[in-house]
Each structure stands twice: as C-alpha cells, then as structure tokens.
C-alpha cells in the first residue's frame, strides 16, 4: 500500500472516530493553526522572498494578513455558524418543525497553487478545519521554500491522522487524485482543473474549483484616470502580474486612449522606479518555463512600455502592449504575469458583445462614474467577481465570496462562504405522533386525492 493511500486511510479512520466533529476541537485547532502562523512570520515572509522575490510588505498584506483575518473571523463566528438552523415547516407538515445541520463532508484534498503559495494552502484549510473535516494539502513543487516550510510547520505540529502535508511533483498529484475523498479543493489553471474534476467523478466527489481566464478591465471616458492609472497598475504587477483576478488587459476609450497610457507609464515609474530589476517592491518570475511562456507571448507584439527581460533572473519589467485583433499571440490564453494588453473602444456595447463571446472569466473591473454605465456591464455580463473603481481588492472581504463561473471555476469561499463550501447541508423534519391523517395512505379514493391536490397548493 503506498503512503498516499495509507494516510488518507488513516485520516478516513480518524474522522469516523467523531474526535474532529465537537466545536471545542475546532477552535482549538484554528488556534493552533493560528499562533503558528504568528510565530512562524519571519519564516513565511523569507520563503515568499526565495520563491517569488516578494517584498515584505506585499508577503504580510497578501498572504499573512489575509491569513490572520480568515482565521479570527471564523473563529468569532464558528459558534453560530455550526448550529443547527431552525427552518420554516409548511402547514401540510404540521405537527413537525425542519431543521438544517451543518455536517463535514469528511476527508478532504486541498491543492494549492504556486503564485500565493501560502495565503491559497491555508485559506480553503480554515475553512475546512472549521467545518470539522480531516485535512490532505498538497502544495505546489514550484513554490519550492514556501512547500517545504508548510511541510514543516503542518506536520510537525498536527496529528497526520488530521491535517498533513503531502509534497512532491506532478506524480504525488496523480497518486492523491487516485484516492478517495469526500470533498476536493483545487485552486490553479483550467487545464488541470478539468483534470481534477475528472478524476474525481470517478467516486462522484464534490469539487471546489478555483481557476482563472482573461479578466478585463475597462475604462470609460468618464472615469477618473489618476486614480484609475494607479489602482490599474497596483493590481495587473502585484506579484509580478502572477495573479488570477488581475486584469488580463483593458479597453479603454478611445477619447481618453493617449491621456490615459502617460498615466500608466509614469505609475510604472513612480511604484518601480527606472530600473525595475532593481526594485524592492517588484517580484520575480516564478521559474523558467513560466518565463518562457510569458516572453513568446510577448514576442511580436507591438510594445508600449517595458519588454525589459532575464532569463537567469527570472525578470520581465512591467510591459504595456497594443493590441489592434483578439487574433494576437497575447491575446489567446490567460497572461499570467506582467505584461497588459490594451485595447480602444468606442461603443462600450462592443465590448460587451466581445467579452460575452469568450469564457466567462475569474474576475471583472470597470472605472467609470457613468452609474447607467457600470450597470449596465455589470447585468449584461456574467463573471466570478469584480470590482468598480478598483482592482483585486474584493478578494480581500470575508463578507463577499470569492469563486468563478463557467470555465473561471465553481464553488465560492471565504468568510462563511469557505465554511458552507466544506459543509454538507442535511435537512432534516421531525414529526410528532399526536396527529396522523389517514389522506396520505392508501387506499387512494377520489375524495383523499382532491384533498391531497388542495393541501400541495
């Protein structure tokens, strides 16, 4: 028997024990979970640095703290997020009362990707802690410092019968799709999404699927272009564009195309500085391989601003690109780093028919002060999430979910929503002896039947 199958054998055992079910084991363990964390900051922040070049203050913001947050907010509501929820009970079930219990699914897979290669392993694990499932993470390979410190700092401080770590390569991956679980977690490209949800139809298991897609941006002539400059810059190169609610590229209007482009170039400088290698505050390409994806993408294309590149040192600048035809290289798959596509409009009715004939992307953003406008984008269009005037900034709200539609993913998380996604929700109406209508059981007369047709109006 391989140690992949054992340890989820094993964590199967552990879970039909009960022990992960009471709510004092549940906080207890996000306790836990939760001074680790804490305790292991420098630890995390040097990782993030090793494998993506992150500085330490874009490590705490978009890892640590999202991380912190997930877990204080769940464990001040766990307690009323576990009841048992009264429901209302329909005068033809009457005497009863309907509930609705909240029960872990059981033994659950999470994989998690390299680009946050800590706040994406731990964020979906709260939630499934909180719920009282038993935990498999299998982190990234590529993410190599940050794979190695999870392995670390998970397995040596919970029982491998609730929460372990499984690294390893592409193979490890195969050998734990193999495996029976009762709820899987996947947060990465759609390629291998659908190969994770192929593998687990075969025990019919739930999924979770966090995924991503050419997100994008737009830009009305009457938004406000400093502002929008700015927040479109902080959010396409955080972490060196390796983001999946980044903007994948923009429209903007063609009245407001040239103004808006200076603005872009001279945030570019202002964030990075003239020589970007040399920034604190700009990161690295996570391998090789990904920075030759990115660069053939660029390759022939008509660029704006950047196209600066290391191979060694796994650098691409912050590169601005035209685009004239969705026929173009860049234009044909999900970026995933730093370079931005723009595109001009007119008739923002175009952009909405162009952007309705492709896959339904991760995430969506539009700056305008047009209200009819943004409305109107916003009905029309059918996208994970988003945000208006800003960017990436909703996937930092434990009150809204996060989670795509169509070939962007299914299933939503955070806050609460992280709790239901690894809860299965039993309903559950009791009756009472005192009263027994003879209507439901046979035999079946004319009069029962047009009493019963009365009560399930």
Not at 147 to 163: G, R, T, V
Request: aromatic content about 10%; hydrophobic content about 40%; glycine content about 6%.
């Amino acid at each position: 028997m391989s140690s992949v199958r054992l340890n989820v054998e094993n964590q199967r055992k552990y879970f039909n024990s009960n022990v992960t079910k009471p709510l004092e084991f549940r906080m207890e363990q996000l306790k836990k979970l939760k001074e680790l964390v804490i305790s292991n900051q420098q630890k995390i922040i040097d990782a993030l640095k090793a494998d993506l070049k992150k500085s330490e203050v874009e490590a705490y913001i978009s890892e640590i703290g999202l991380v912190l947050k997930e877990i204080n907010y769940t464990l001040k509501h766990l307690k009323k997020w576990q009841k048992p929820k009264r429901m209302p009970t329909p005068w033809s079930l009457k005497p009863g009362s309907a509930k609705i219990i909240s029960e872990p699914y059981g033994v659950t897979l999470i994989i998690s990707p390299w680009n946050y290669p800590f706040q994406l392993a731990i964020a979906p694990a709260i939630g499934a802690m909180a719920a009282g499932n038993t935990i498999v993470l299998k982190p990234s390979e590529l993410a190599t410092q940050t794979e190695k410190l999870l392995a670390e700092m998970i397995n040596s401080n919970f029982d491998s019968q609730y929460f372990c770590v499984i690294t390893g390569g592409k193979d490890v991956g195969q050998e734990l799709l193999k495996q029976k679980f009762d709820f899987i977690f996947f947060t990465g490209s759609t390629a291998v999404g659908k190969i994770v949800m192929s593998a687990a139809a075969e025990n019919l298991t739930p999924v979770c699927l966090e995924l991503g897609g050419k997100s994008p941006c737009i830009i009305d002539e009457s938004a406000n272009l400093e502002v929008a400059a700015r927040r479109v810059i902080w959010g396409k190169f955080f972490n060196a564009g390796q983001t999946c609610i980044a903007p994948d590229y923009l429209y903007v209007h063609e009245s407001i195309k040239t103004t808006f482009l200076s603005l872009l170039k001279k945030n570019i400088r202002k964030f990075y500085g003239e020589n970007e290698f040399k920034s604190n505050d700009y990161g690295k390409i996570i391998s090789k391989d990904h920075f030759d994806r990115i660069y053939k993408l660029i390759e022939g294309s008509k660029i704006l601003y950047g196209g600066d590149q290391n191979k060694e040192a796994q650098f691409i600048s912050p590169t601005l690109l035209e685009v004239s035809s969705w026929d173009e290289k860049i234009m044909q798959e999900e970026i995933f780093g730093p370079a931005l596509p723009i595109l001009s409009y007119t008739d923002i009715d175009e952009v909405i028919s162009v952007v309705k004939s492709k896959d339904r992307p991760l995430a969506l953003y539009i700056f305008s002060t047009n209200n009819l406008q943004i409305d109107k984008v916003l009905n029309e269009l059918s996208f994970g999430g988003g945000s208006v005037n800003d960017c990436l900034i909703h996937f930092s709200s434990t009150e809204i979910p996060v989670g795509g539609v169509g070939a962007s993913g299914m299933g939503r998380y955070h806050g609460k929503y992280t709790f239901d996604t690894f809860t299965h929700q039993k309903a559950i109406l009791t009756k009472s002896y005192f009263f027994d209508l003879d209507l439901r059981y046979p035999p079946y007369t004319e009069k029962k039947f047009n009493l019963m047709k009365k009560f399930l109006k």
